[in-house]
């Protein structure tokens, strides 16, 4: 079993040199950074990122937008597996091998790691564990969770929805309808600076009412006044 680490970019210098070598030393087959039109330094960043790693990573370009990004990294795979990662979030160590267990059961499709923020707060372990209780009841998971697809199974699919937003639940939502998923509990270390410019409680608030109106059918284009503001 191969695997694609698929990590999409946009203005992303401060972070992704952290989270290439982390996921460099994790042993995957690749590593597709798929760049949506940076003006920082990400794009040299990724181009340079060394520890003997820099053949596992490949940097591509494509349209902003991260379903689009996600996608062009997707076809650009070779793995059995695809992962798709953010930016600024770690996999913990022994990710693979997860992965390979629970990848085991030929009825596993995909799923998704736990999660945790990367400064520790009473606040932010209540948001992880209300995130990962409650992505583990819907099976329905996000981003932040790294989630994961077997190659095939994407490709049924039809890949990620080309909307601007809320791409990870729509997908979730058809992964599940596709067969078995996982939930690891081992977790992925995600940054808390989106929660921290805003307030953590707004942000909170936000996100939830925006998942809402998407569930009771409100298009994501026209969510993406509001959800700009914690992307």
């Known amino acids: 079993m191969t695997f694609s680490i698929i990590i999409p970019t946009l203005n992303e210098a401060s972070v992704i040199q952290t989270t290439l070598r982390c996921t460099a030393r994790l042993g995957f087959e690749e590593i597709l ?3 949506g039109g940076s003006s920082d330094d990400t794009r040299t960043l990724v181009a340079t990122t060394g520890d003997g790693h820099s053949s596992r990573v490949r940097l591509l370009s494509s349209t902003a937008g ?9 076809a650009a795979s070779t793995a059995d597996v695809l992962l798709f990662l953010h930016a600024d979030s770690q996999l913990p160590d022994g990710a693979r091998q997860f992965l390979e267990q629970a990848l085991a059961d030929p009825t596993v499709v995909g799923g998704r790691f736990d999660v945790r923020f990367d400064r520790p707060s009473v606040l932010g372990r209540v948001v992880s564990t209300l995130m990962n209780v409650r992505s583990r009841i819907s099976r329905i998971s996000t981003g932040d969770q790294a ?6 199974v994407f490709k049924r699919l039809g890949g990620f929805s080309e909307i601007p937003i809320m791409e990870d639940i729509d997908f979730s939502t058809r992964l599940k309808r596709a067969g078995a998923t996982a939930a690891i509990r081992e977790r992925v270390t995600t940054s808390f600076r989106r929660w921290e410019q805003q307030g953590p409680l707004r942000t909170i608030l936000l996100m939830w009412s925006l998942r809402f109106l998407y569930w009771i059918g409100v298009s994501p284009h026209r969510l993406t006044r509001w959800y700009a503001a914690v992307r």
């Open 147 to 152: 989630m994961f697809v077997r190659r095939p």
């Open 33 to 35: 950074v798929v760049d």
């Open 66 to 74: 991260r379903a689009s990004q996600l996608n062009a990294g997707a």
